[in-house]
């Protein structure tokens, strides 16, 4: 990536603050995720990590709809955090005192279940986590902040419940986006572009996944998303395996762009995960094993 610091959803003690922190360097808050997109399309910032999806809650409507719609970016990297939420407050806030739950609408919904379970308390979304354990360290009321312990530590709150989440296995993916750059290929690689049909009709989401299946490229994630330009008229973000680089991942993009009303290219970028290293690793020898099959097969040609 290019030098300079990378946006991302603040302010500080937010969980894009937490994944920003994983990659080194520094980094500048923004209010929202539509400033964020927008001060990366506009060359304010460089790059931007934003949040994209979550385990229990899905996409990220703001950041999927900016990419698809508002702006063109391209995602180069991803990061993917385990995500544990706390109820912040004041030091000396006992959890039967609280009256008012701040945080972020999709945190809130994360931990549902836990709120439900508080009598008389009204929950109040705000623009992020770390906004919500600012108010609450600001005010002298009776209110909590849903957000992470970086949060709390930046602010001096006090841990009231932790581990709040109703999903143990709880993660958000963040992907970082930029203006020009397609990021390199690894060879364990994911590609992101967005579908718009002509018009509507029967077999046209078939036709579109044809020709994935036809060539062999296995499909990650499906979503359709509303064009904005009237009910039922939709458009398909769809990701898979493999890069921009790769010959059948092109030949695929160029036959659908040939038959579709147009295809957005979202990036080609880096899986991460766990075993992403050892998967890169065994995809890099199997395809030098390939080519030298390939290799041996054309040296047989006769001349």
């Not at 959890?95 to 919904?109: C, E, F, K, N, T």
């Not at 932790?162 to 750059?181: K, L, S």
């Not at 295809?263 to 395809?287: H, I, M, N, Q």
Request: hydrophobic share 45%; glycine share 10%; proline share 5%.
């Amino acid at each position: 990536m290019a030098e300079g610091p990378i946006g991302y959803l603040g302010p500080e003690g937010s969980f894009s603050h937490e994944a920003v922190r994983q990659l080194g360097g520094s980094a500048t808050p923004v209010a929202t995720i539509p400033d964020l997109l927008a001060q990366v399309a506009g060359g304010t910032l460089e790059h931007a990590l934003v949040p994209l999806e979550n385990a229990i809650e899905g996409t990220v409507s703001a950041t999927i709809d900016g990419l698809v719609f508002d702006h063109d970016l391209y995602i180069t990297r991803e990061v993917v955090r385990p995500i544990h939420l706390h109820l912040l407050a004041r030091p000396g806030r006992d959890l039967d005192q609280i009256r008012v739950v701040y945080s972020y609408p999709h945190a809130l919904a994360q931990c549902r279940g836990f709120l439900a379970s508080l009598d008389g308390v009204d929950v109040v979304p705000t623009t992020s986590t770390s906004e919500a354990a600012r108010l609450v360290s600001a005010s002298v009321e009776p209110w909590a902040a849903v957000g992470s312990a970086l949060a709390g530590e930046l602010f001096s709150l006090a841990v009231v419940a932790g581990d709040v989440e109703d999903h143990a296995g709880n993660a958000t993916r963040f992907v970082v986006v930029g203006r020009d750059e397609v990021a390199a290929p690894t060879g364990h690689d994911r590609t992101t572009i967005v579908c718009f049909q002509n018009a509507d009709h029967p077999g046209s989401l078939y036709g579109i996944l044809g020709r994935f299946a036809a060539r062999d490229v296995n499909l990650t994630k499906l979503e359709s998303r509303p064009t904005k330009r009237g009910l039922g008229d939709y458009c398909f973000v769809i990701e898979f395996e493999g890069h921009i680089d790769d010959d059948v991942v092109a030949d695929c993009l160029a036959d659908l762009q040939a038959h579709l009303a147009h295809v957005k290219f979202l990036g080609s970028y880096p899986v991460t995960g766990e075993a992403a290293s050892s998967r890169r690793a065994a995809v890099s020898a199997a395809r030098r094993s390939a080519d030298r099959w390939i290799a041996g097969l054309r040296a047989r040609v006769v001349g």
